[in-house]
C-alpha cells in the first residue's frame, strides 16, 4: 500500500500565503505523477495542479499565477505554494499520486489519495 500524509493547512487572511506538503510511502517503485484537487462544500472535488516526475506542472485557470507545484522525487515529496490567497480558495485540499508499487517481480499500479487537509481563507 501507498500511504500520502498532508501538512500545511490552516486558516489565513485574503492575500495571505500558505504551504502544503504531501509525502507519499510504502513499496513505491516509481511515481508518475503527483498532484492536488480541492473540494469546497457543497462542490465536486477539482483538479488544482499536477505535476509528472519530469517536471511537467498542469494547474486550473483560476489558481494560474497565483499557486506553484513542486516535487522532491528523492523524498516522494509534493508541495503547493499558495500565495495571493482568496476566500474561494477556502476548501479541503487533498494529495493525490499514481505510479507503481511492489517489487522488482510483482508490481502494482497505484492511485492513492491523501486524508485532506483544510485551507480557510477568511479575514
Known amino acids: 500500500q501507498v500511504q500520502l500524509v498532508e501538512s500545511g493547512g490552516g486558516l489565513v487572511q485574503p492575500g495571505g500565503s500558505l504551504r502544503l506538503s504531501c509525502a507519499a510511502s510504502?513499496?513505491?517503485?516509481?511515481?508518475?505523477?503527483m498532484g492536488w484537487y480541492r473540494q469546497a462544500p457543497g462542490k465536486q472535488r477539482e483538479l488544482v495542479a499536477t505535476?509528472?516526475?519530469?517536471?511537467?506542472?498542469n494547474y486550473a485557470d483560476s489558481v494560474k499565477g497565483r499557486f506553484t507545484i513542486s516535487r522532491d522525487n528523492a523524498k516522494n515529496t509534493v508541495y503547493l505554494q499558495m500565495n495571493s490567497l482568496k476566500p474561494e480558495d477556502t476548501a479541503v485540499y487533498y494529495c493525490?499520486?499514481?505510479?507503481?508499487?511492489?517489487?522488482?517481480?510483482?508490481?502494482?499500479?497505484?492511485?492513492?489519495w491523501g486524508q485532506g487537509t483544510q485551507v480557510t481563507v477568511s479575514s
Open positions: 493525490n499520486a499514481k505510479g507503481l508499487r511492489g517489487s522488482n517481480y510483482l508490481r502494482f499500479s497505484f492511485d492513492s
Open positions: 510504502g513499496s513505491i517503485l516509481s511515481i508518475n505523477s
Open positions: 505535476i509528472t516526475s519530469g517536471g511537467s506542472t
